[in-house]
């Protein structure tokens, strides 16, 4: 079945920094990639996504980019903000299977 | 215009017991999703079903049954609970298969 590979696990930074999260897959012919976001106790919620007709998307302070040929892709956050902290998912699409495969997120902090 | 809800909120029920976590959407989406998430292990399919009339295993379906009794309702059922089934359950839906999900809030369920 496909595999998402997500790191880092953790991830602290100081407020105004940026923050860099990568995924991997495996199946070759995965073509959308979303990212969530998951405050505390609350649902996960989509932030952006990228189908892979494109390199890159940009969101205002947020970005993703993807390489189809290494297959991996990144989720990029600048100027970051005390509210950005999270928990933090990739996913891909999986032809095997009508649904999206997740990656095992990541801890966003972000210090003040 | 709810989107996705989920019944009930918190459970919990002594090992053997049996119960059923409904989920209903009124965002007319063709797939229906059942996911559990436990600390540090993301978010893993358990069934799911692409389309009204249809439902397949998912990465961990081993102790759980689904229904999906019309397009709006998609049910998931532990006949006789372990503590390893101590978990959150989300349900999500897509229009598409392979597309953005939207989650319901989740139950937070407690077998002892």
């Known amino acids: 079945g496909e595999n998402v590979e997500q790191h880092p696990s953790t991830l602290s930074v100081q407020e105004g920094d940026s923050a860099v999260i990568k995924c991997t897959y495996s199946?070759?012919?995965?073509?959308?990639f979303p990212w969530y976001k998951q405050e505390l106790g609350k649902r996960p919620q989509l932030i952006i996504d990228?189908?892979?007709?494109?390199g890159e998307k940009k969101d205002q302070r947020i970005a993703v980019t993807l390489n189809k040929t290494a297959k991996h892709f990144s989720l990029h956050i600048t100027e970051t903000q005390p509210e950005d902290s999270a928990v933090y998912f990739c996913?891909?699409?999986?032809?095997?299977?009508?649904?999206?495969?997740f990656g095992s997120g990541t801890r966003l902090q972000v210090q003040p | 215009n709810a989107g996705v809800t989920q019944t009930p909120k918190f459970q919990v029920l002594k090992t053997g017991q049996s119960m059923t976590l409904q989920c209903a959407q009124d965002?007319?989406?063709?797939?229906m999703y059942w996911y559990r998430q436990d600390p540090g292990m993301g978010l893993r399919l358990i069934y799911y079903s692409a389309s009204e009339g249809t439902t397949d295993k998912g990465e961990v379906p081993n102790g759980y049954n689904v229904s999906r009794l019309n397009k709006r309702e998609f049910s998931l059922r532990l006949e006789s609970a372990a503590p390893s089934q101590t978990s959150v359950y989300f349900c999500a839906t897509s229009m598409e298969g392979r597309g953005e999900q939207y989650f319901g809030p989740g139950t937070r369920l407690t077998v002892t």
């Open positions: 199946d070759s012919a995965s073509n959308y």
């Open positions: 996913a891909s699409d999986y032809t095997g299977r009508r649904a999206l495969t």
């Open positions: 990228i189908r892979s007709n494109v």
């Open positions: 965002m007319n989406h063709n797939s």
